[in-house]
């Protein structure tokens, strides 16, 4: 199965700053295949990212993926309190499906 | 509107059969491109995707659960039913439903969409 590895694995940043998530594939993942997800305590799971670099409906501009091949990354320009939560990158493209073991992004 | 929504028991002995119903809405997994999945979460470790079902149930399982699991749905109710024997107390968690969504281009559809609507989640324990 495909491994991702996401770095780093707790992040700490203030309200503002820029974030850049990144996972790391063991093969090659095609683009139209990977995801990023955004869990926050007590809440549904929300999709953020699909196909690499689409963003999901309602999802803000702030928000954004790029990546290629075995290195992806989500970023996000400027971050407001709501954003502070686990973010796991998925590939969906070959079964099964797997999800990176999550990055934490934390208040500094 | 699309909701999801997990039922089942929260406490489970070992060996015991889990049973877990999703309900939902906004959509019909009748319709092509659609399907729905479940996806766990044990206590401080990674998602894991467990099953899937498809508009014309097609349905396809984590390899290594394969013998354990069983998915099937209810059009006519809106509800998937996922199946999990023989349960362990490392099969403690939270399991969300989700749906899934196909692109269809001409006669092949691929999951171009993610796992775009998750339900809340429902906890489970094994426990003795």
């Known amino acids: 199965e495909i491994v991702l590895t996401q770095s780093p694995g707790t992040l700490s940043l203030s309200p503002g700053e820029r974030a850049t998530l990144s996972c790391r594939a063991s093969e090659n993942v095609h683009s139209d295949y990977l995801g990023w997800y955004q869990l926050t305590p007590g809440q549904a799971p929300r999709l953020l990212i699909y196909a690499t670099s689409s963003r999901a409906t309602d999802i803000p501009d702030r928000f954004s993926g790029s990546g290629s091949e075995t290195d992806f990354t989500l970023s996000i320009s400027r971050l407001e309190p709501e954003d502070f939560a686990v973010y796991y990158c998925q590939q969906y493209g070959k079964s099964p499906y797997t999800f990176g073991q999550g990055t934490k992004l934390e208040i500094k | 509107q699309v909701t999801l929504r997990e039922s089942g028991p929260a406490l489970l002995k070992p060996t015991q059969t889990l049973t877990l119903t999703c309900t939902f809405s906004g959509f019909s997994l009748n319709t092509r491109g659609m399907s729905v999945t479940w996806i766990r979460q044990p206590p401080g470790k990674a998602l894991e995707w467990l099953a899937r079902?498809?508009?014309?149930?097609?349905?396809y399982y984590r390899t290594s659960l394969k013998t354990r699991l069983t998915i099937s749905k209810d059009t006519s109710d809106s509800q998937v039913v996922l199946t999990m024997t023989n349960m362990d107390p490392v099969d403690t968690g939270t399991y969300y439903c989700a749906r899934m969504r196909f692109l269809i281009r001409g006669v092949v559809a691929s999951p171009y969409y993610g796992v775009d609507v998750w339900g809340q989640g429902t906890t489970v324990t094994v426990s003795s």
């Open positions: 079902i498809d508009w014309d149930d097609d349905k």
